[in-house]
């Protein structure tokens, strides 16, 4: 498959498919007066970044705004070592989660967690980005690229930091993880990316809602896929992020463990058309910690501690 395609109005997808790698990583090149990489990813991913803009007949140095959607290393964690040679660029980052730039230690620390034997591999070295190269944003501003403007939309619920960026002359919607992501191959499942232990249910919804209300043209994912049929992604979105709390929350009031819920989630999520299941199967584990903590903290459920002997 191809690096580099054209996706929207001089936008352009630099992508890492499952044939490179665990996970699929999504980047979009904005070929503007003022030039815009959103999610610059993992530092292992930024290799194919600085391939992928020369294949435009740019290089790292002309870019003018670095922006990931949230300050999980996935999507940021490449960002210090792009800023190395993006001198001209500013990186636009909500307010809530700059800390982790500037000094990302307990962002490693929690990637080591979460990614386990994959880190390495996955996500890399994660190198403090300069304060003052930073933007601090939280939601409500545009950013004006010169000949296009991007609207910052505060879209917290997978996690607090997370924004969203829209072109309301085209319609596009550069979704980051606020809406899910598309199962490949599968054209009627959108299901939640849930991150524990800060992921909030409401947030997450009232997210959906505000995103909505833009009613897009087309929606860029950060991984997997582009969203072509928005208003039906939107839907999606919604009612999986519904569904998925409904079925966990009823598996914790019936005692269920963590096993079982997975196995419960792992039905509804049914069979995925590609060769790699092993990052879904690991999704379906932050969804089952995620839901679990957050009906812990807000409704008072208290989850199982049976053993499978028992």
């Known amino acids: 498959m191809d690096l580099v395609t054209e996706v929207g109005d001089r936008v352009y997808l630099i992508a890492q498919h499952f044939e490179d ?11 503007s007066e003022k030039p815009t990489l959103i999610e610059p990813g993992p530092s292992p991913f930024i290799s194919k970044i600085v391939v992928g803009l020369n294949e435009l007949g740019y290089d790292v140095a002309s870019l003018s705004y670095i922006i990931p959607t949230h300050i999980h290393a996935d999507h940021c964690g490449g960002t210090g070592n792009l800023i190395q040679s993006a001198h001209n660029a500013k990186i636009l980052a909500h307010y809530e989660g700059v ?7 307990k962002m ?16 890399g070295a994660l190198l403090p980005v300069p304060e003052s190269k930073i933007e601090v944003v939280q939601g409500g501003e545009n950013i004006d690229l010169g000949d296009r403007t991007l609207a910052v939309v505060y879209t917290p619920g997978h996690a ?7 072109d309301s002359e085209s319609g596009e919607l550069f979704a980051g993880e606020a809406l899910g992501l598309p199962l490949p191959g599968n054209k009627t499942k959108v299901v939640p990316v ?6 909030e249910l409401e947030a997450a919804l009232d ?12 929606i860029f994912y950060s991984h997997y896929g ?5 208003k039906t992604c939107l839907d999606l979105a919604e009612k ?18 963590r096993d079982e819920i997975k196995t419960e989630l792992a039905a509804h999520l049914g069979e995925i058309e590609t060769t790699n299941n092993e990052i879904f199967s690991q999704l379906l584990e932050w969804a089952t910690d995620g839901y679990t903590g957050y009906f812990t903290r807000e409704c008072m459920v208290t989850p199982s501690t049976r053993t499978k002997e028992e």
């Not at 790698?21 to 070929?31: H, K």
């Not at 930091?161 to 829209?166: E, T």
């Not at 849930?194 to 992921?199: D, G, K, L, Q, T």
């Open 160 to 166: 607090k930091h997370h924004i969203c960026l829209y």
């Open 108 to 123: 490693m620390e929690a990637s080591r967690a979460y990614w386990g034997e994959y880190y390495e591999s996955e996500i």
């Open 194 to 199: 849930v991150s524990p232990p800060v992921f």
């Open 21 to 31: 790698a665990r996970v699929g990583y999504q980047a979009f090149f904005i070929a």
């Open 240 to 257: 999986n992020t519904k569904l998925w709390g409904d079925i966990v929350l009823q598996a914790l009031k019936d005692g269920k463990d």
């Open 207 to 218: 997210s959906i809602d505000r995103l909505r209300m833009l009613k897009p043209s087309k």
């Open 99 to 105: 800390k982790h730039l500037i000094d990302p230690t």
């Open 226 to 230: 582009i969203g072509q049929r928005a």
